[in-house]
């Protein structure tokens, strides 16, 4: 009998001695926890190794919301059962309850149906103490059979390892958040040298594609309606005034003025015909002034013909170049009544027609500066000053609205050839740098505004 109380005795010792291990380990790996989410998971689910329960809650009292819950990553605070429940914790976190045993009976009948309903019995209400006073959290544990006094005993010492793990982690991520005075004034310091910065004059500038065109180039156009037999020079040919540049096919002409010619023959005879009749015939006489008319109208046709015969080959208005696309896409070509054909332009006499997207325009005047980086040569700028401003923007051939401007280049080059493309530069008005970075957010922001 006594050696089996010895053995009994010892049981029951082990046990003590395994539970306050468990005790111990568990206290050190709450402390070890690294962050709060990390500790408030660890505390509803291992909590279980000293003291069984089916389930157990985490209350925040700073928040007043659930933190935690036993078996679960992540808690929807709108779903019923968190919603009522927290009710009841805020209640209770008001009534200021200290540790205690709690039972279904004990609620009001409606608070009753919610416990019935989704927990056990028995219930637990544990706040995690600090030694200052301050409960920053609960745990509330739930179970089927009623709690006894040493197991509550065994909790409240647990309870005090966590809240000191959950008090350092929440010092610690305080000291994080929070600044040194030293760095303080360093952002401080950044943040007004910063706005010092954004605040310096700046001049507006923006980038546009430009070309080289011809300044006040003479127009070769189509004197007639027809079709180009040929043309009779090359594209960017220096050519010399009345110059033949391009002939139009005649052959359709030349058979008008053919025929022409032969009714101007038939008329013209019948006319001396009758002028001799009527020297003995009074009738014919009487026809003469008809036949005069019919005469003087086919002359009149026929020399009109003849104009327009040397009016077929076009020749330069001056002396220049001549400026068309391929020949080949013209030869062939029928061409309408004043129907630009080529131009005839200086070579030295040049300006920059430059395409400023709508979408980029700043303020601009008259006499801005501009600088045009070709693309044959983009390590070096050609200075120019602009001009013409279009007051309308209008689609480019890529289907980009864009105001067409012209400057004028301050000094001549030659390299400065028409044709030559880049892309130009144009200096506006000085403003902060604040407002020349934020131009366009600014300009989106007034349109969806409605300012």
């Not at 059962?81 to 004990?106: D, V």
Request: charged share 25%; proline share 5%; net charge neutral.
């Amino acid at each position: 009998m006594t050696e089996r109380n010895t053995t009994v005795a010892q049981t029951e010792q082990d046990t003590r001695l395994a539970l306050l291990a468990e005790l111990l380990q568990l206290q050190s790996r709450a402390r070890a926890r690294e962050t709060l989410d990390e500790l408030a998971f660890f505390i509803v689910n291992e909590t279980h190794n000293v003291v069984k329960y089916r389930q157990a809650l985490l209350w925040d009292c700073d928040k007043r919301r659930l933190q935690a819950a036993s078996g679960l990553a992540s808690l929807d605070h709108n779903a019923p059962f968190c919603t009522e429940f927290s009710r009841l914790c805020r209640q209770w976190q008001e009534e200021g309850r200290q540790t205690q045993a709690l039972q279904c009976r004990e609620l009001p009948a409606d608070d009753q149906i919610l416990w019935q309903e989704h927990l056990p019995e028995f219930l637990l209400w544990l706040p995690l103490r600090l030694p200052q006073g301050d409960t920053p959290l609960v745990l509330v544990l739930a179970r089927d059979s009623a709690w006894l006094p040493a197991e509550i005993v065994l909790l409240e010492k647990l309870a005090d390892a966590y809240a000191h793990a959950w008090s350092s982690l929440l010092k610690q991520r305080r000291r994080q958040t929070n600044t040194s005075p030293k760095k303080r004034r360093l952002i401080l310091t950044g943040i007004v040298a910063l706005m010092l910065i954004l605040l310096i004059p700046v001049r507006q500038s923006v980038l546009a594609p430009a070309e080289i065109v011809a300044h006040r180039p003479v127009m070769v156009r189509a004197p007639v309606a027809g079709v180009v037999d040929d043309i009779l020079v090359r594209p960017n040919q220096t050519v010399s005034a009345n110059q033949p540049l391009v002939r139009l096919d005649v052959r359709e002409l030349e058979n008008r003025l053919e025929s022409a010619r032969q009714a101007f023959a038939t008329a013209d005879a019948q006319y001396r015909q009758a002028q001799q009749q009527a020297l003995f015939d009074a009738n014919s006489k009487a026809s003469l002034a008809v036949l005069q008319s019919r005469r003087e109208q086919a002359q009149s046709e026929m020399d009109f013909l003849q104009r327009q015969q040397e009016r077929m080959q076009l020749a330069s208005p001056r002396d220049g170049v001549a400026i068309f696309d391929d020949s080949s896409d013209w030869i062939g070509r029928s061409v309408a009544v004043g129907e630009r054909i080529m131009m005839i332009a200086d070579p030295h006499d040049v300006e920059l027609e430059i395409q400023l997207p709508a979408a980029d325009a700043i303020a601009l005047e008259n006499g801005a500066d501009v600088r045009l980086f070709l693309n044959v040569a983009p390590n070096s700028a050609q200075e120019a000053r602009l001009e013409q401003i279009g007051y309308r923007a209008a689609p480019t051939p890529d289907n980009v609205m864009a105001y067409r401007l012209r400057a004028r280049f301050t000094q001549d080059d030659p390299q400065l050839r028409v044709g030559l493309k880049g892309t130009a530069k144009l200096y506006g008005k000085r403003t902060v740098l604040f407002v020349y970075l934020l131009r366009k957010p600014l300009a989106s922001l007034r349109v969806w505004l409605g300012v």
